[in-house]
C-alpha cells in the first residue's frame, strides 16, 4: 500500500514508518514541504497515495500562545489542503487530533461525540483543524489522543528520567488529569485501522489509565528504580503561558482498546535502558 506520512519526522510519525515498514512510504516534513501552502493540493494529487496520514503540527502548547498565527496555520489552515488533496483522488486520511480540544470540567472524560471546548490557543487551533478536515472531505479518520511519549522527541518521560540524574527538586502538577500514551502502541493501533477501514469518523486512542501529570512521574521514577526529590504542586502554583484543562481523559468507545498505562510505561522504559 502507498502510504503518505506528514510529520515523519515528528515523535509519532517517527513511530508510524517503524510500523509501517514493508509498505511504500511517501515521507514529507518541512522543510522540504510546507502544509499551510495551497500547492499542498496537487503535490498529493500528483503523489495519488493510498492512505494519507497526518501528524504534523505545531504541538507546544505555550509556544502557541505567543506564536497564534504559526499555531493556525500548521494545526488549522494546514488541513484544509491537505484534506482537499485527499477528496481530489478518493483517499482516506488519518487526521491527529488532542485531548486539549475539550475544556476539561467532566472528571470522567469525554467520549468521541463530546462537543469541543478548548481554554487555549494549541486546543482551538487543533479544534479548528477537526472542523476545516470535516469541512473538505469525507474520507476521515480524526484520531485524537494525548500525553504522548516515545522515542525520537521531547516528552515528559524523558523529561523525568533526566531531571532525575541532576539531584535537584522535581515539580511536578498534581490537579490536571489525562491518559498518557506510548507513540509505538498508537502507530500499532493506527495500522490496525487502516488494516480494519471501519466507516469513517472521530476515534479516540491512549493507553488506558488516567492519571495527573504528578501521579505519571511517580510511576516513572518506581518502573526506573530511582527515587529522586519528587514534589506535588498546583496548577496556580506553576506558571505557564497556557491554561490546561484539569479533566481531560479521552474515552474510547468505539475502537479496540491500547493496553493499559503500566504496560507500556515499561515497555518503553525497558526500550530505553537498553539503548542507553
Known amino acids: 500500500m502507498k502510504i503518505l506520512i506528514v510529520g515523519h519526522k515528528g515523535m509519532l ?3 508510524l514508518v517503524e510500523k509501517c515498514k514493508g509498505q511504500e512510504l511517501l515521507l514529507w516534513d518541512l522543510p522540504e514541504i510546507d502544509i499551510s501552502q495551497e500547492e499542498t493540493v496537487e503535490r498529493i494529487v500528483a503523489e495519488n497515495p493510498e492512505f494519507v496520514i497526518n501528524t504534523a503540527g505545531y504541538t507546544d502548547v505555550d509556544g502557541c500562545e505567543s506564536n ?11 488541513v484544509i489542503f491537505l484534506a482537499e488533496g485527499c477528496e481530489k483522488i478518493n483517499t482516506p486520511i488519518i487526521h491527529f487530533s488532542t485531548d486539549y480540544v475539550f475544556k476539561g470540567d467532566k472528571e470522567d472524560g469525554y ?31 480524526l484520531v485524537r489522543t494525548s500525553g504522548l511519549y516515545g522515542p525520537n522527541g521531547k516528552n515528559f518521560v524523558d523529561t523525568m528520567l533526566e531531571k532525575a540524574k541532576t539531584g535537584e527538586e522535581i515539580r511536578v502538577v498534581n490537579d490536571q488529569y489525562l491518559k498518557f500514551t506510548y507513540t509505538y502502541d498508537l502507530a500499532e493501533s493506527i495500522i490496525k485501522l487502516i488494516d480494519l477501514q471501519p466507516e469513517y469518523g472521530v476515534y479516540h486512542m491512549v493507553n488506558e489509565g488516567i492519571l495527573s501529570w504528578y501521579e505519571f512521574a511517580q510511576k516513572i521514577f518506581k518502573q526506573a528504580n530511582l527515587s529522586p526529590n519528587l514534589v506535588s504542586v498546583s496548577s496556580s502554583e506553576f506558571k505557564s503561558a497556557a491554561k490546561r484543562p484539569a479533566h481531560s481523559a479521552l474515552i474510547n468507545k468505539k475502537f479496540e482498546p491500547l493496553r493499559s498505562l503500566d504496560e507500556a510505561l515499561a515497555d518503553y522504559i525497558s526500550k530505553r535502558k537498553s539503548s542507553e
Not at 497564534?68 to 494546514?78: F, H, L, Q, R, V
Not at 467520549?111 to 476521515?140: R, S, W
Open 111 to 141: 467520549d468521541e461525540n463530546e462537543k469541543t471546548d478548548p481554554i487555549n490557543t494549541y486546543g482551538k487551533t487543533k479544534a479548528d483543524g477537526e472542523k476545516n478536515l470535516k469541512k473538505n472531505t469525507e474520507a476521515f479518520f
Open 68 to 78: 497564534k498565527k504559526e499555531a493556525k496555520m500548521a494545526n488549522s489552515e494546514g
Open 13 to 15: 510519525g517517527s513511530a
